[in-house]
């Protein structure tokens, strides 16, 4: 009958999807902790499951499942502003191939009024899920906690890989870049051992900046004006300090860069032409808005 003939070839096509968007990594989100009178929107978890998504494909570690005495993260709803908002955690464990990440909407003005987002790797030791050289080349977390900013005018993106003129600070590149931080960014041993007077010397990372990357004051993000390729397009870099109302910022060659400078392994991008080529002309319509603001990492 037509009707299977019909069908055959959808299920092809459905399992052909899947296998070219088979995840190594599960970013897995927890929204325990997102128990404040304001949370996060189902739109900002939407966002965040597709950054999951995104990442996931491209990080192909093989991490061990682990279980911890203790660990420690600042709790997301509250900013991490006081040992008091430190939770620890007893026996927690953590599945193979999993980095558990609890995110929340918080007031986040106690870090200066303009800050979107803070985010870090949590703390508990013991345990380093079969990888080698933690603390001096490689990085393996359990995870850790993003905050992500109640007052701010947020844009949600119902699909972060097309790009539009829009209004507002754009939940997508803040999320990609505070997961970032979650998995060492700025904030690592193995991050910090590649930092000179100059700036980040990671091999991956100068070979994608053509030179040893500068950075801010504090060493944890790229120097302001930092700027990396996303199929071949330059753009600002995610992993910079801040991002103007109505702008939006991508991973950068440079910023999966430093991932894999840190101990990540790193698959390569799969182009996908449509969806860049209506990004370029997005950005050709995306003027510098007045506000700038910044996240910030936190580590515990
Ligand atoms: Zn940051």
Known sequence: ???????????????????????????????????????????????????????????????????????????????????????????????????????????????????????????????????LDVGATDFAPWGGQISFDIRSDWYLDDDPRTLETFSGFDFYSVAVHELAHVLGFGISNSWSTQVNATGFAGEASVAAYGGTVPLTGDDAHWANGTASFVNGVLQPAALTASIASGSRKYMTELDWAALSDIGWQVAAAVPEPENWAMMLAGLGLVGLGLHRRQSRCTPV
Do not use: C, W
Request: no cysteine; glycine share 12%.
């Open 1 to 131: 009958m037509s009707m299977s003939r019909l069908a055959r070839p959808l299920v092809a096509a459905a399992s052909l999807l899947a296998a070219g968007h088979a995840s190594a990594l599960t970013i897995e989100f927890d929204y325990g902790y997102d128990d404040g009178t304001v949370r996060l929107s189902d739109g900002q978890k939407a966002i965040l499951a597709s950054v999951a998504d995104e990442f996931g494909a491209r990080l192909t570690d093989t991490l061990d499942a682990a279980t911890y005495r203790s660990i420690a993260f600042y709790d997301p709803g509250v900013a991490p502003t006081s040992a008091g908002s430190i939770v620890n955690q007893s026996n927690f464990t953590v599945a193979a191939d999993t980095i558990h990440v609890f995110v929340a909407a918080a007031e986040l003005d106690a870090l200066g009024s303009a800050t979107l987002g803070s985010a870090g790797p949590g703390g508990g030791s013991g345990n380093d899920r079969g990888e």
